[in-house]
């Protein structure tokens, strides 16, 4: 096995005999993605990784909204997703954004306006619409984005 191999994620967590699917989670504070809104943080989701399998796990922080979240704990993701955010351009400010689990080549569902369910297209982990856009959260780790 060559090393540029082992700096992959999957490659070393074989090498090891490491199931991420059965690993006793043992989560850590990873970083942070903030969602910013002309120049003002609106919210975050912070990520977590486990210290065994290197699985990464987020949690959505919207300011200004008090709601209870869907998921307690630490939300589980399968090994064929990713996770993203979703940016609606139809909302407003507050529920413009949503933490979401994208697949390669799939649909997902978004409560747009006035509550109305649509489908979005995901096409190569990003969702293809003239009114919404999306990008996925490892690559944007400590940073903050513009929506």
Known sequence: MMMQELNNTN????ALG??????????????VVNINLDEK????VDVWRC???KKKFCEEKQLGI???ADLVGMPKITPDAKWGVTVCKLQQAKYKWKL????QHE???HECLDEQTISLKVDDFKVKDDQHWSFLI???INRAVEI
């Open 11 to 14: 490659v070393r967590q074989m």
């Open 18 to 31: 490491i199931d991420t699917e059965t690993c006793k989670h043992q989560p850590i504070y990873f970083g």
């Open 41 to 44: 943080t609106i919210g975050s």
């Open 51 to 53: 210290g065994v399998c």
């Open 66 to 68: 008090e709601e209870i």
């Open 100 to 103: 979401v689990k994208l697949k």
């Open 107 to 109: 649909e997902i569902k």
């Open 138 to 140: 490892d690559e944007n």
